[in-house]
Structures are given as structure tokens and as C-alpha cells.
């Protein structure tokens, strides 16, 4: 998380730009994703460098007429001959960017539009001199300050399109916990901020022989989406190649449109498609209308999610609480798709102050598994109340910071802390909650339905020492609770509707008041004691 002096030199190079007379926040954040992506070549190449020397095999980023692209001679350069090398178009640095990547891959097709947008030398050297002082040297750091300046294009876009915070993607990522085998999708990939935090869990959970072993699958079809604001198909793949996935296919097209022909091709959605959207309804793929009709962008990407897993592939996707009951035939029919034909298995409320302060719109996220022969038995819903911020525009954080970054699947001991913060913070015991679901030590401790057993064996056999403390002896069927299962035969009944208001039970606490002619003495009481205050003020 980016706070305190970081932040403030980050904000100083914002202004920089805004005061060099560029304030158009995608023009600023792509050209200094530009700076970060050559900065970052420079460093792999003197990685590569240095295990060239201990025999390792080492292909050039630079060649010997190139030396002059790379940071660390960029920034020894007079301000004058500096800016002459970004702004050359014929053999500068960006003719240079715009030739990396495989012929013909669409890495390289998106940064054949890369082009250099600051026209003064002073503002470029303001802007490297700032760059150079941000410490980038470690990954996550360096992943940190992109993520904040990605932000900066956080807000209501066209057709209902908000960038999801970067906690309730890791939240997700974590739910879903990503392999090696996967193929992972974003149908609307925006800056691949999924993408991006899936390749982080997978680094993070696998050895670097093991990611070697698989290099090339990662570089070219584990990582897939859709995009089709050019400005955005850039930024995306830069962002994936900062982050080690050398030629993703981010592909350039409308993704519920007649364009989109993929199917069958993913074992991993992982999303937040745009809401409120619409599209021309003669443009709509066919496939897509068979399964709801309905020009509703929010409605037809769960369609096209379902077209595009392979049987078995799993999705976790983030909708609006419309979705969940809306009552015209194209709601009803896509949420009885999965819960009837497929396997829907979690339904988690968000709070609407989730997007603040640029929408306040109430959402969830929804797990399904495609399946083409049902499968739903129970759903677990949860009521997530609080995320870790205030839930007003200024989005304060509310728990201590290290928490709050570090929250994850584990074995329960890392997050014992949370259990103190819960009321601030429900994203442990959310992940903690679907972790015992999921184990096999879920059936010795309770029902189908979740309620609670009396169950007589070893806390270690039960799994006590796997979990946070109270998450499995949680009675799973308490509708009072944040946590608790839905049997399909309810939903059914309930003409498909998710809202978790139609199954959670509401406990009001009963309030009594005084009798009238109690409440009555009392004010008269009240009435003498100040008629003898102001005597006493009079006299």
C-alpha cells in the first residue's frame, strides 16, 4: 500500500505533469507507464547481465547501438540531448519499444500506437529525476507504485466501468488460488489487474524451478483477455510484461459482440465486467442471446463467461446486486443458467461503499463452476459488512496496515489478530470460512446444510487447529449470521433470486419504554426543577 513520503513523491510527479501542461490522466498514466517499462528493461538486462558471467544463457535486450535506450544512460544525459532521443520517430527509444516482443504478437501489435506525448525536455527531465528517486527495487514495491498510478484512473467510465480495488482482487485471486495448469481469463481486462495479481499468487506460491519448468506456457496462453480501448490494450500488456508474462493475449474486440468467437478455452474467469452497460442489439453474439436476451452488458458476460470455461473451469465474478433479483425474464434466466445447469457456489455480499467515492453502487461476487449437468447443492452466502476501509468517499483505512496488505489462504496462524479487528475487517474470516467449506474436515463437524454436530474426537482430527478460532464450530445454518448455506431447493423456489436479504434472517432486539404516566411524571419533575432554577437567577 502506498502511503506517507511514497505517496507524496508520486503526487509530486502528477503535478509535474499538470503543471508541464498535460492533464489528461490517461495521457499521464500511459507515458509514465512507458518511463517504468524502459526503466524496468534496463534492470532485467544488467540482471541478465550478471548471470550471463555465471555461465547462464543471455539474449540482448539492447544491442551495442541501442546502450543509449537504457535508463542508466538516459539519466546521465544533458536535458536537451535526452528528450531528442524519446522524441525521435524514426530510431529513438520508442521506435525501439515498439519493436519488443515476437514478430506478431499482440504485445507487439499494441505498442506499434506507443508514442512519446511530452513535448517538454524540462518536464521530462522533472519526471525522471522524480522516477529515479522512487524506491523500485523490490518487486513488490515497484508493483505497489504502479498500482497506485493505475488508480489515478479509477472512476465512472464509459458504459458503467469502475477499476476494482486492488484488496477485493487479491480477495478473489485468493478464493479461486490459481495453478499452474490454469488458463486464466478476463473478458474485460481493463489495466489486467486480475491477471496481474494472479500471476503475483502464482510466483508467490510456486518455486522459481517449478515457473521455469512451465515458462513458456506462463509467457503465452496461461494469461487472456479482452479489451478493445487501445489505450488500455497498451497499458495492460505493459503491465503484464512488468510483471513477467512476456506475450499475453490481451485480444483487441468487443467482448460480447459477434467478434468474440472463443469458447470452451479457459479453466479460470476471474472479473469485473462492465455494469449498466448496453450493447446494439444486432451486434450481440447469437450464442449469447440463446442463453438471455437481453442487451444488458452485466447479464450477457455471464453468459459469455459460461460459453468460454471449458467443462470444470471455475469463475469468480463481481455483479451488481441487480443481477441477484432482478425480476424481468433475461435476470431470471441467466441466474437459473447456473444455478440449475451448472454449479453456483458462493454468493458474497459487498458493501456499496466498496467503489467510493466514484460510484455507490451495491455489488457482490458470485462463484460458479461450469458444469452443463447442474451440480448447485448448497450455496454459501456471506454478508461481508466491512472491508477494511470506511465506507464514505474518503475510504480510510480501518485496520492495522500490515493486515490489511497480508490477509490470505493459510493455516489460520498468520491472521489470529484479525479475529480482534473482524468488525473492521471481514476479509480473513470470509477466506477462512470458504477454506473449511472446501476441507474435508467440514463433514466431520457439521450437516449438508451446516448445522452443527456434537461431534467427540481430537481437535487436530476436527481440523481445530487448522482454522481461525470459531470457524469450525460455526453453525453454517444460522440465517442470523454472516456465514450460513442455502439448499438449491429454496433458491429454486424463490424464482432463482441471490440476494442474501430474501434468506438472512433479521434479529430485532425488542425496546421497551416507560408506561405514559412515568414518562409524564418525569417531565413534570423536570418542569419543577427548572421553574426553581429561575426563581434563583431572578432573586
Not at 469458447?263 to 462492465?274: G, I, K
Not at 467443462?311 to 425480476?327: E, H, N, Q, Y
Request: hydrophobic letters at 40%; proline letters at 4%; glycine letters at 6%.
Amino acid at each position: 500500500m502506498i502511503t506517507g513520503d511514497l505517496k507524496s513523491q508520486i503526487d509530486q510527479i502528477w503535478n509535474t505533469f499538470w503543471t508541464g501542461g498535460i492533464t489528461n490522466t490517461i495521457t499521464i498514466v500511459e507515458q509514465l507507464t512507458y518511463l517504468i517499462f524502459i526503466k524496468n528493461l534496463d534492470e532485467t538486462e544488467t540482471r541478465n547481465e550478471l548471470k550471463a558471467k555465471r555461465g547462464f544463457k543471455n539474449t540482448p535486450i539492447f544491442s551495442e547501438d541501442q546502450q543509449d535506450f537504457r535508463w542508466k544512460n538516459l539519466r546521465q544525459m544533458d536535458v536537451n540531448p535526452r528528450h531528442a532521443i524519446f522524441s525521435n520517430t524514426v530510431d529513438g527509444v520508442f521506435p525501439f519499444i515498439r519493436s519488443l516482443g515476437k514478430d506478431k504478437s499482440l504485445f507487439s501489435t499494441y505498442m506499434k500506437g506507443a508514442t512519446f506525448g511530452i513535448s517538454k525536455p524540462a518536464v521530462l527531465d522533472q519526471v525522471i529525476e522524480k522516477l529515479e528517486r522512487l524506491p523500485m527495487e523490490n518487486q513488490d514495491t515497484k508493483g505497489d507504485i504502479y498500482e497506485y498510478l493505475l488508480s489515478k484512473l479509477e472512476g465512472g467510465g464509459t458504459a458503467g466501468q469502475f477499476r476494482t480495488p486492488r484488496h477485493i482482487i487479491k480477495l478473489m485471486v485468493e478464493l479461486m488460488q490459481p495453478t499452474l495448469e490454469d488458463i486464466i481469463s478476463d473478458p474485460s481486462a481493463g489495466t489486467a489487474g486480475f491477471l496481474v495479481a494472479a500471476k503475483e499468487y502464482i510466483d508467490t506460491h510456486h518455486s522459481v524451478t517449478e515457473l521455469d519448468k512451465h515458462v513458456d506456457f506462463i509467457n503465452k496462453k496461461m494469461f487472456n483477455g479482452t479489451e478493445f480501448d487501445a489505450t488500455m490494450l497498451r497499458i495492460a500488456s505493459m503491465n503484464l510484461y512488468l510483471h513477467g508474462v512476456e506475450e499475453p493475449n490481451i485480444i483487441d474486440v468487443d467482448a460480447v459482440s459477434k467478434d468474440n468467437t472463443i469458447s470452451d478455452a479457459y479453466t479460470l474467469v476471474l472479473a469485473n465486467p462492465p455494469f449498466k452497460g448496453t450493447i446494439d442489439k444486432e451486434s450481440i453474439a447469437p450464442g449469447l442471446k440463446n442463453v438471455t436476451n437481453t442487451t444488458k452488458t452485466e447479464l450477457l458476460f455471464l453468459a459469455l463467461m459460461l460459453r468460454q470455461l471449458k467443462t470444470g473451469g471455475r469463475a469468480a465474478v463481481i455483479v451488481p446486486d441487480g443481477v441477484l433479483f432482478g425480476s424481468g425474464k433475461a435476470h431470471k434466466s441467466i441466474r437459473e443458467e447456473i444455478v440449475a445447469n451448472h454449479k453456483l457456489e458462493v454468493v458474497i455480499s459487498m458493501p456499496s461503499g466498496v467503489f467510493k467515492p466514484y460510484a455507490g453502487v451495491s455489488t457482490a461476487i458470485i462463484i460458479f463452476t461450469k458444469t452443463g449437468s447442474g451440480g448447485t447443492d448448497y450455496v454459501w452466502f456471506y454478508d461481508m459488512l466491512q472491508d477494511g476501509k470506511s465506507l464514505d468517499d474518503k475510504r480510510n483505512l480501518l485496520v492495522d496496515e500490515a493486515l490489511f496488505d497480508d490477509f490470505a489462504f493459510g493455516d489460520g496462524s498468520k491472521a489470529l489478530s484479525a479475529a480482534e479487528a473482524h468488525k473492521k475487517f471481514n476479509l480473513p474470516q470470509l477466506l477462512d470460512h470458504y477454506r473449511y467449506l472446501k476441507s474435508p474436515y467440514f463433514n466431520k463437524m457439521h450437516a449438508k446444510d451446516g448445522e452443527l454436530l456434537h461431534v467427540h474426537d481430537l481437535p487436530e482430527n476436527l481440523g481445530l487447529n487448522q482454522f481461525l478460532e470459531n470457524t469450525c464450530t460455526h453453525n453454517y445454518k444460522d440465517r442470523t449470521s454472516q456465514s450460513f448455506l442455502v439448499p438449491f431447493k429454496e433458491i429454486k423456489g424463490n424464482d432463482w433470486d441471490l440476494s442474501i436479504n430474501r434468506y438472512k434472517e433479521i434479529v430485532y432486539k425488542e425496546v421497551e419504554y416507560d408506561a405514559p404516566e412515568i414518562i409524564i411524571n418525569r417531565i413534570k419533575k423536570l418542569n419543577r426543577e427548572r421553574d426553581i432554577l429561575l426563581k434563583s437567577l431572578i432573586q
